[in-house]
Nanobody, 119 residues
Framework: QVQLVESGGGLVQAGGSLRLSCAAS????????MGWFRQAPGKDREFVAQ????????YYADSVKGRFTISRDNAKNPVYLQMNSLKPEDTAAYYC????????????WGQGTQVTVSS
């Protein structure tokens, strides 16, 4: 089992920045990919970014490319999501997730942290 705990959400004005953190515990050696997702009220959950646990290779949704950066430190834990040039449409609950190499589905999820961007 893997446990994930997010932190760092809050209220920020448009154009501002926030950094989210995701701390993983448990069987972290079995993690292949860590990802960030978000869900706004009344909308489906959407992919934001992901990072491969071993190589550090990253992927982003087009809507955040160039503004958000996913990263990890040398110990691979925690995983960060640096969010710059925030827009009101970035307002959502942000979730950290992890998956194993043998599955394309994210199996482990954090409890979420709220990000609110005011105009």
């Amino acid at each position: 089992q893997v446990q994930l705990v997010e932190s760092g959400g809050g209220l920020v004005q448009a154009g501002g920045s926030l950094r989210l953190s995701c701390a993983a515990s448990g069987r972290t050696l079995s993690i292949h990919t860590m990802g960030w997702f978000r869900q706004a009220p009344g909308k489906d959950r959407e992919f934001v970014a992901q990072i491969l646990w071993s190589s550090g290779e990253t992927y982003y949704a087009d809507s955040v490319k160039g503004r958000f950066t996913i990263s990890r430190d040398n110990a691979k834990n925690p995983v960060y999501l640096q969010m710059n040039s925030l827009k009101p449409e970035d307002t959502a609950a942000y979730y950290c997730a992890a998956r194993h190499s043998w599955s394309s589905d994210y199996k482990y999820w954090g409890q979420g942290t709220q990000v609110t961007v005011s105009s």
